[in-house]
C-alpha cells in the first residue's frame, strides 16, 4: 500500500494489512491491537474526511478470509450463523418461519452491493440506533458469541450493545457468530421498515416481532422497535399483553401508546421525534397485523 506525504514532514506509511486464513493466526493478531474489518461497507464510509488508518494502529485485520466465522448451522436447541455470513447469504438460506424477520432485514439492507458485501457480524458492531438488523434478532433472542486466545464468550445481543457506536467486545476478542434460540412451538416473525424509499434509506422506524405459538396460543412473544431509541429497544409490556391471546386473532388492537414507553425518540434529519413517535405506534400495528395474518 501506498503512503501519503504530509506538507512539513516525512511520508506517513499506513499500518500492515493482513488476511489471514487461520482463525487461530487472526486472534494472534487481534490481541496486539488490529483494527477489524469484515465487508467494510461500514467502515469505509465512516473514514470519509479522515485518514483511512488510525495511527495507533498496528495492523488492519480483514476478517473475510475465515471460512469458519461464515455460514448458518442448524444445531441442537438454536441456530448459528457466522458473523462473516452476507445479508444475502441470510436472504437466500432456507430458513424456517422463525427467520421471516431477518431475511425480510436482508433483503432490505441497502442496495444488492451492500447486501453482498456485507455481514451481519458487522451491522452489530457498528451498531448504529438505526441499524436494520438489530431489533430482527432481538426478536429472535439471539446471543452473540466472541472469541479471545483466552477463550469464548457469549453475551445476549441487549448486553452487548450498549449505545450508539458503543459495543462490549473487549480489545482483543473477535465477534464469531450470532447465536439463535429453537422455539418450543410454531414459531413465526416479520419485519416493518418505514424510511423515504424502499431500498438504500436509513430507517426512519422499523420494528420486528416474533411469536411462538404452542396449540393456538402465543407462548412467548417479543416485539423490539429500532431507530427511535439510542438502542433498539424490546416492548416488554406489549410482549405480556400478547402472551396468551389466540395467534390468528386481530393483535393490533392490543397494542397501546403506553406500551411504547421504553422508546426514546429523538428530531434529526430524516424526522422529528414526534413524528417518530406516532410512527412508531402505527408501524407495531402494521408489524402486528402481519404477525396475526
Known amino acids: 500500500m501506498l503512503g501519503s506525504r504530509t506538507p512539513s514532514g516525512p ?51 480483514d476478517l473475510t478470509a475465515l471460512a469458519e466465522l461464515r455460514g448458518i448451522q442448524d444445531e441442537a436447541g438454536c441456530h448459528r450463523i457466522g458473523a462473516l455470513t452476507s445479508w444475502t447469504e441470510i436472504a437466500e438460506a432456507p430458513l424456517p ?45 439471539a446471543e452473540i458469541e466472541l472469541l479471545s486466545r483466552a477463550g469464548k464468550r457469549v453475551l445476549p445481543l441487549s448486553e452487548f450493545i450498549r449505545g450508539p457506536r458503543q459495543i462490549a467486545l473487549r480489545a482483543d476478542e473477535i465477534a464469531s457468530a450470532v447465536v439463535i434460540p429453537k422455539p418450543k412451538g410454531a414459531a413465526h416473525s416479520s419485519f416493518v421498515k418505514l424510511g423515504a424509499r424502499k431500498y438504500l434509506v436509513i430507517s426512519i422506524v422499523m420494528a420486528a416481532g ?70 412508531a405506534l402505527t408501524v407495531v400495528r402494521r408489524l402486528l397485523e402481519e404477525l396475526s395474518a
Open 97 to 141: 418461519a422463525q427467520f421471516y424477520c431477518l431475511q425480510a432485514v436482508a433483503r432490505e439492507v441497502g442496495g444488492r452491493q451492500i447486501q453482498n458485501r456485507g455481514t451481519i457480524g458487522g451491522n452489530l458492531c457498528n451498531a448504529s440506533p438505526a441499524a436494520d438488523g438489530v431489533p430482527a434478532l432481538l426478536a429472535l433472542g
Open 210 to 279: 416474533y411469536l411462538d405459538v404452542v396449540g393456538s396460543r402465543i407462548a412467548e412473544a417479543r416485539i423490539a422497535v429500532g431507530a427511535c431509541s439510542p438502542v433498539a429497544q424490546r416492548l416488554p409490556a406489549l410482549e405480556a399483553a400478547l402472551k396468551g391471546e389466540v395467534a390468528i386473532s386481530s393483535l393490533s388492537r392490543l397494542v397501546k401508546p403506553e406500551h411504547l414507553a421504553p422508546l426514546k425518540p429523538i428530531d434529526d434529519v430524516r424526522a422529528s421525534a414526534e413524528y417518530r413517535e406516532e410512527a
Open 11 to 61: 511520508e506517513i506509511l499506513p499500518p500492515r494489512y493482513a488476511r489471514p486464513r487461520l482463525l487461530d493466526e487472526a486472534l494472534a493478531l487481534r490481541h496486539g491491537g488490529a483494527q477489524i474489518i469484515a465487508g467494510g461497507t461500514d467502515f469505509y464510509p465512516a473514514r470519509v474526511g479522515r485518514p483511512l488508518y488510525d495511527r495507533d494502529v498496528p495492523c488492519v485485520l
